[in-house]
């Protein structure tokens, strides 16, 4: 359902072709209270659905998302500007988010602990009632997925606030919610703007717990928010994800790797691999491969499905194409040649840096799109030294035909998800979060069920006294 009234609009935009391609309520802290209300009326029905239950009708969620598939992807497409295959593979990880918690819902036990005679002792893990859930635009239906499909397991309910620029596949999906059978109020949707509805929903006094996934300085003030109630918190914030490549690695599959890495979505993931450690002999001919890879890319609307959509706003086009200038100004060399972007829409062609010095801002802010910094290194401190010299610490790519190195290394990088050989390897039943500025606890695996519980100690006396 949405939970939010007529008074004020948003207008929802193609970022592809810059067109109004839908108009949603601006929902307001009144429109919140009223969503967690109702929220909390059905978590008392929630909590009282068998365990097996939860999972059977998790699982006819997850079928219901399957059902209508391309009709999300094609939405999710024209509210995002990514590539319908992108897009795609998001719905389907969706789908995969809801069947691996399903599975989930009815082994969610506690433990006996021994105090001897006459003794017992036990923990029982119940729902903490209602979740919240603040999405961020640049992968909406699939960051809902990952954290409201353990919450609801979990035994839950779920109020949603998803990002202004993207709020569609939000609201359906609430739709299909109710038309898979689960219960009323199971899934609330309360669109509007993070300095109202999201303000609002994260300082509220009668939620159980809150995720979010957003910039750092939005986090900030999240956390702020929460703490006021101490409600608990899980929080992905974003990143500057290294990759670090040692010379007797594969280059053009590692090219490859970076590629798909930094350009993803344009870009706009959290974890991109946004910049290229090269142990120094092999810097120059991987960074020609990988500018020959990027050069090669198709742009245009995403229904189209090139290879590179539109960044997601104007907004934000400004944003990172400030840092491109940033690092001319700073000394860094552009390493591509010139690049024709559609006419409409708010495309930013790729762009690969050379001359990168760590100070420089490019290489320690996160830019949120399709831009990569790339340093060489002497040795293996070198690397570490740099892959560690950032205030982020969400993913590690690490490229290498030697294990030992490979082991050490992962070992010894500050990061919360480390992949080797493999860039943006993993899935539902792999946790997923970072360290330092990235952001605390984590999601996916069994572990993020953990976000959506709260453990009761039971202690009794038996038998004579």
């Known amino acids: 359902m949405t939970a939010a009234t007529l008074t004020h609009e948003i207008a929802v935009e193609d970022p592809s072709t810059e067109e109004t391609i839908a108009r949603v309520p601006r929902g307001t802290a009144e429109d919140v209270d009223r969503a967690v209300a109702a929220a909390r009326v059905g978590a008392r029905r929630t909590r009282t659905i068998a365990p097996a239950d939860r999972g059977r009708l998790l699982r006819a969620l997850a079928a219901a998302v399957d059902a209508e598939r391309e009709e999300l992807a094609r939405l999710e497409t024209r509210d995002t500007g ?31 602990i021994p105090l001897g005679p006459g003794s017992l002792a036990w923990t029982v893990r119940e729902p903490v009632g209602v979740t919240a859930h603040i999405v961020p635009w640049n992968a909406p239906l699939s960051m809902l997925c990952r954290s409201v499909a353990p919450a609801l397991a979990a035994g839950n309910t779920a109020v949603v606030k998803p990002a202004e ?119 120059d001919e991987l960074v020609a491969r990988v500018v020959a890879r990027t050069a090669a890319l ?35 060399v552009v390493a591509d040649g010139p690049r024709a972007v559609p006419d409409r829409g708010h495309f930013l062609a790729p762009v690969t840096f050379t001359g990168v010095t760590p100070e420089m801002r490019i290489a320690r802010e996160e830019i949120f799109g399709p831009v990569l910094v790339a340093m060489p290194f002497d040795d293996e401190e070198q690397a570490l030294a740099l892959a560690n010299g950032t205030d982020y610490g969400l993913g590690v790519g690490i490229h290498t035909r030697d294990v030992d190195r490979a082991l050490r290394v992962a070992g010894q990088v500050e990061a919360g998800y480390v992949m080797i050989n493999e860039y943006f390897a993993g899935g539902p039943s792999v946790p997923f979060g970072g360290t330092k500025l990235s952001g605390t606890g984590r999601e996916r695996g069994l572990v993020a069920l953990d976000g959506y519980l709260r453990d009761k100690t039971v202690v009794a006396r038996v038998g004579p006294r």
Do not use: M, W
């Open 165 to 283: 620029q993207t709020p569609l596949t939000a609201l359906r999906f609430a739709e299909l919610a109710r038309e898979a059978g689960l219960p009323e109020h199971a899934v609330t949707v309360v669109a509007g703007l993070g300095a109202e509805a999201g303000h609002a929903l994260a300082g509220h006094p009668c939620i159980g717990s809150l995720t979010f996934t957003g910039s750092v300085a939005t986090g900030r003030a999240v956390l702020r928010a929460a703490a006021e109630h101490v409600t608990p918190v899980v929080t992905e914030l974003g990143g500057k994800s290294p990759q670090i490549v040692f010379a007797d690695a594969d280059l053009d599959d590692v090219a490859a790797q970076v590629v798909t890495g930094v350009t993803a979505n344009s870009g706009q993931y959290c974890d991109a691999g946004s910049r290229l450690l090269v142990e120094r002999g092999v810097h």
């Open 298 to 332: 198709t742009l245009g609307p995403g229904i189209d499905d090139p290879d590179l959509g539109p960044l997601v706003s104007a907004e934000h086009h400004r944003r990172v194409s400030s840092y491109v200038a940033l690092g001319q100004a700073e000394g860094a």
């Open 82 to 112: 990514k590539p319908l295959s992108l897009a795609r593979g998001e719905v389907a990880g969706c789908v995969g988010y809801l069947d691996y918690y399903a599975g989930a819902a009815d082994k969610l036990h506690g433990e006996t």
